[in-house]
């Protein structure tokens, strides 16, 4: 079944200690971007990938890093989280790395809860 | 930020009628799409328009833009009362960034 997987669904940990938040997709697409997700606000893109090693900043980049060496993977990594990173958060995928923007594909969503 | 509004914010309608949500948005694209989220869960593609058309259908819904006005609509015929759940705009930018509108909360009295 062609999907977009992040694990894990919920996390809750405490400001300073260093977690990533994985994202696997198995459709081949060559674009897939991080989004968090908060009340009144929306959707906001964190960090995006156009294709392997590949990656440029979103709208809300700072406190998150991300890395893109293979393909299929493309994590999200809080190396020192702080409360205000409390949210909900989706990865997502895409076939298209051109401008011309196929539909994304999105994850079931990982909640974190920073103490 | 190009971020579009979804207007309006809350939408309550009865099982039947049609429901209309609009999207605005603040610079050039090449295409825009509608997404719908059910409760805490991952947003789902319901359909894309691009930039040169006018008009496009699938099923129940019917989206409208106008490049001139930066502006959208969905139009959900018939409503059900499982069509309850947010729905959201998105625009790509010629920088390759997608932007989400904050979407419109629907729900559907059965």
């Known amino acids: 079944e062609a999907q977009v997987t992040q694990n894990p669904r919920y996390l809750i940990t405490v400001t300073g200690k260093k977690l990533t938040v994985t994202c696997s997709q198995n459709m081949n697409h060559e674009y897939m971007s991080w989004y968090r997700q908060d009340p009144g606000l929306g959707l906001r893109q964190i960090y995006y990938?156009?294709?392997?090693?590949?990656?440029d900043k979103g709208d809300v980049p700072e406190g998150y890093k991300v890395s893109r060496k293979e393909k299929r993977n493309f994590p999200l990594i809080l190396e020192s989280p702080s409360p205000n990173q409390t949210s909900l958060y989706f990865c997502?995928?895409?076939?298209?790395?051109?401008?011309?923007?196929?539909?994304?594909?999105f994850g079931n969503g990982t909640r974190l809860t920073v103490t | 930020s190009q971020q579009g509004e979804e207007d309006p914010q809350a939408l309550s309608i009865q099982e039947g009628e049609n429901a209309t949500m609009n999207c605005s948005y603040k610079t050039s694209i090449n295409n825009l799409q509608w997404y719908r989220q059910n409760s805490g869960r991952g947003l789902v593609h319901l359909i894309l328009i691009r930039s040169n058309e006018r008009e496009k259908h699938s099923g129940r819904l019917r989206v409208t833009l106008d490049t001139s006005k930066k502006s959208s609509s969905l139009l959900i015929t018939a409503s059900r009362a499982a069509d309850t759940a947010s729905y959201f705009c998105a625009t790509d930018d010629p920088g390759n960034q997608f932007y989400f509108g904050t979407g419109t909360s629907l729900t559907v009295i059965p």
């Open positions: 990938s156009m294709n392997v090693e590949v990656t």
């Open positions: 997502a995928s895409s076939l298209s790395g051109s401008r011309l923007f196929s539909p994304l594909h």
